[in-house]
């Protein structure tokens, strides 16, 4: 849905990003126009004929862009692996209010499951604390397929092998944004953005 929904609507991938703001791009203005031009598949001389430059200043925005790729390949593969080391627990994508709830350790997060689950995954009490309900939410939802639509019984299912009171679980699950469903409750599914219906 969502592809189709940037072909339709944009045209696709590459010209929805190309028609987003230059400050999105980290482009300036004359970068932009260059590569909506390069984008149309169009030669140097063609492309400098209509800006009024030469052919060699074109040429010099193609280097320069490469170059400016390779930067952001590496910067990209630092950050990721920063991402991996660091010891904080991301927060899910469906999340609704992100605050202090969400500074969450791998540390604290294995300390609060072993605390609240026996050695089958089963919830043995409910948390008080809202720090460590998300951690246990976080876990439970972890037991559907976030390719998967499923009905309310499935969900009641799935979740009355991990805790006793399963109504206020699914409940929770909604509220904090681990699952979405549709109105009438006919089908809940793993929540990956805020655009999935």
Not at 42 to 49: G, H, M, P, R, Y
Not at 110 to 137: A, F, Q, R
Not at 145 to 159: C, F, G, H, R, T
């Amino acid at each position: 849905m969502i592809q189709d929904h940037i072909q339709e609507k944009h045209g696709g991938p590459l010209l929805a990003l190309l028609n987003s703001p230059n400050a999105n791009l980290g482009v300036s203005k004359a970068q932009k126009q260059v590569l909506q031009l390069f984008a149309q598949g169009l030669q140097d001389n063609i492309i400098a004929k209509r800006l009024g430059l030469s052919t060699s200043t074109i040429r010099n925005y193609r280097f320069k862009l490469r170059e400016r790729k390779r930067q952001a390949y590496q910067l990209l593969a630092a950050l990721n692996i920063l991402d991996l080391t660091s010891d904080a627990i991301q927060p899910h994508i469906g999340a609704k209010m992100l605050d202090d709830r969400y500074a969450i350790s791998s540390v604290e997060r294995d300390k609060v499951l072993k605390n609240y689950l026996n050695e089958e995954g089963h919830v043995t009490n409910w948390p008080s604390k809202e720090k460590n309900k998300i951690i246990i939410l976080n876990e439970l939802v972890k037991k559907f397929d976030p390719a998967k639509n499923y009905s309310e019984k499935i969900v009641n299912e799935i979740l009355k092998k991990y805790v006793d009171d399963f109504v206020t679980v699914r409940r929770y699950l909604i509220e904090y944004g681990f699952l979405s469903r549709k109105d009438d409750g006919s089908s809940y599914w793993v929540t990956l953005s805020s655009e999935t219906k």
